[in-house]
């Protein structure tokens, strides 16, 4: 299969080509088709397999579809960390060469000087960490009452850090009528729970198993109590020899 056959317009299929890009991985194939049909989706795929292309390439077309009078933001990308959202930031700018849309990313850790006087420009795509986008909404230096698309990345690792409270306020911020794209590296109850209060009947799409870890990493199970975990941890962190349990 090809990009082409994921109907991808000519300008994405062919800056994704000069990126090196081959043919579609198994998320894009998956998921693409869903969410250039408008539709919400729940998916669960680990990193490193092509997940954010996978959103990023459907979003870029779905926005070119129509050019509206306001510059306002149309698409919200948040995720847990400031690497990963200038990750996503790269790649959107890669996969939109060809095309007349503009993308950002705001992240805590750095002055926000630089962060809002890109905002005084015209941006499309949005990708935010939680605490500094409500810090921004809050100043009133960002408006998302025109939203279009909602994405949640890495869902699993952002609610594990604690931003469950946050991504509930973006949520209040955000109009109630959007496509909304949910995707997590495992798919535990709690999270799909969650999930499913945020989207409108759903596409489910996994391509890995269910709360599967990468085969580089080595697992090991230690059986201790509650109050000694911490204890446990440090001694296991000083082991210079490997884990084999």
Not at 3 to 13: A, E, G, Q
Not at 66 to 73: L, R
Not at 93 to 115: C, E, M, N, R, W
Request: proline content about 5%; charged content about 25%; glycine content about 4%.
């Amino acid at each position: 299969m090809s990009f082409k056959n994921l109907n991808l317009i000519n300008p994405i299929v062919r800056a994704v080509t000069e990126a090196g890009y081959s043919r579609p991985t198994e998320i894009q194939s998956t998921a693409i088709p869903h969410i250039l049909g408008g539709r919400d989706i729940i998916a669960c795929a680990q990193t490193g397999t092509g997940k954010t292309a996978a959103f990023a390439m459907p979003i870029l077309q779905l926005l070119k579809r129509h050019n509206p009078e306001h510059k306002e933001i149309r698409t919200l990308i948040l995720t847990p960390t400031r690497e990963l959202a200038i990750q996503i930031e790269e790649n959107f700018s890669i996969y939109s060469k060809y095309l007349p849309l503009s993308q950002l990313s705001v992240f805590g850790g750095v002055s926000i000087g630089g962060q809002l006087a890109a905002l005084r420009k015209r941006v499309d795509i949005l990708v935010a960490t939680p605490g500094r986008l409500l810090d921004l909404v809050d100043k009133r230096h960002i408006d998302l009452s025109k939203l279009e698309i909602l994405v949640l990345d890495e869902a699993d690792r952002m609610l594990d850090m604690g931003f469950i409270n946050d991504v509930k306020k973006v949520l209040q911020l955000i109009p109630r009528k959007r496509q909304t794209l949910f995707f997590s590296a495992t798919m535990p109850l709690s999270i799909k729970k969650f999930a499913r209060t945020i989207l409108n009947n759903p596409v489910e799409v996994t391509v890995t198993p269910m709360s599967s870890t990468a085969q580089t990493v080595k697992q090991s199970v230690y059986f201790v109590e509650k109050q000694d975990k911490t204890d446990l941890l440090i001694d296991i962190l000083q082991e210079k020899t490997p884990l084999d349990h």
